[in-house]
């Protein structure tokens, strides 16, 4: 990550020490059943920002179902719902919260910066995507040609 991403959109890279997730994850396990929104909001705010895909799977799990059912919470959600579909290669999602923040908030600066994030990264697997394309049609022209020239 660039040094003009940061500090806005640090919460891409960096992770909560073990430790701490464990204190996050200890308070959602000692309330249950009856999780309040905040302990459920920093639980899955640490899963989000988690290296691991399993964590960040549930981290914005749990933050769809604070998103659903707590109208008033949905600003907050935002950002951290687009950074976790981020994370996990969810673009589309992650572009549509983003977006979604960004129309409410047109200068807020992480999610301007995020945005920047999901473009560059959109952008550099779509050229990924065209150069395995282009590779396997190379390839298919290659077997062709060899093909035709074997029926001479």
């Not at 964590?55 to 976790?84: K, M, N, S, W």
């Not at 579909?85 to 969810?90: D, F, Q």
């Not at 952008?123 to 040609?145: H, P, Q, R």
């Amino acid at each position: 990550m660039s040094s003009d991403n940061l500090p806005y959109a640090a919460d891409a890279e960096i992770s909560l020490k073990r430790e701490e997730l464990d204190v996050l994850r200890n308070q959602y396990v000692k309330e249950e059943p009856f999780v309040s929104i905040q302990t459920k909001f920093n639980y899955a705010w640490g899963l989000i920002k988690s290296p691991r895909r399993d964590e960040q799977h549930l981290g914005v799990r749990l933050l769809t179902e604070i998103f659903r059912d707590a109208p008033e919470r949905r600003r907050e959600c935002l950002y951290y719902l687009a950074l976790g579909n981020y994370k996990l290669g969810n673009y589309v999602e992650a572009r549509r919260y983003n977006d979604l923040l960004m129309d409410r908030e047109p200068n807020n600066m992480q999610a301007r910066s995020l945005n920047k994030l999901i473009d560059d990264r959109v952008a550099k697997e779509g050229l990924v995507g065209l150069a395995i394309i282009g590779g396997a049609v190379a390839a298919g022209g290659i077997l062709l040609g060899a093909l035709l020239k074997r029926r001479r």
